[in-house]
């Protein structure tokens, strides 16, 4: 909901008056009533797209070898899926990775016809995410076509120079290739939507039902 501290106590406070004014033990419903005297009403079209964009997540990080995330949840204000970080990274976990964090757009794309602000809005964002780590594996890493090291202050992306081309070319590949995988898995990817809808929030075991042994497509 995005509420503050004090205002979760309210709303506590208040379902369990609702809860003793019908005379029954406090329950998730009483919650539920409450919230909706201070949260306003969600947003329909917002919801969706957000969770469409949260299950092109999931399902191109089960198909190009990611994982399983820890959870995903989707409110009001977004949503968001978290993975564990790998102790060492190589080009194939790099490379899922990158895939993962640009499936949001592709799957706001692939459904909507257009991408929405919220796969770039702020330096924490999947684009931001994947530029930074794309540039890693090129500069940092040695995973490009140098050996040269360029840490973050001496890698600066500068529209059509060589390390925007590079990166750039990293990031279409891996685009096309989340692009790719929810082309072939549309309609795992509207269940697994219409799911966190209605969930809000998946566990692992949660996430592991819908995804791990299931019959994905993993080529693009």
Known sequence: LGLSGAQVTALVRDARGLARAAGHPLQQRHLYAAARRIAPPPDADFLWRAAIHEAGHMVVGAACGLGLPERAVLTVDGGSVE????????????????TTLLAGYAAERLVFGEVSSGAGNGPHSDLARATDLARRMLFEWGMGEHLTHLPASGAILRPG???????QDVLGKCLEKAHGILRQNRERLITVAELLLTEREMSKERCRELLEGSDLSRSA
Do not use: C, F, G, S
């Open 83 to 98: 993975y564990p970080r790998p102790r060492i990274e190589t080009h194939a976990t790099a490379q899922a990775r990158l």
């Open 161 to 167: 120079d060589a390390v925007d081309r590079a990166v």
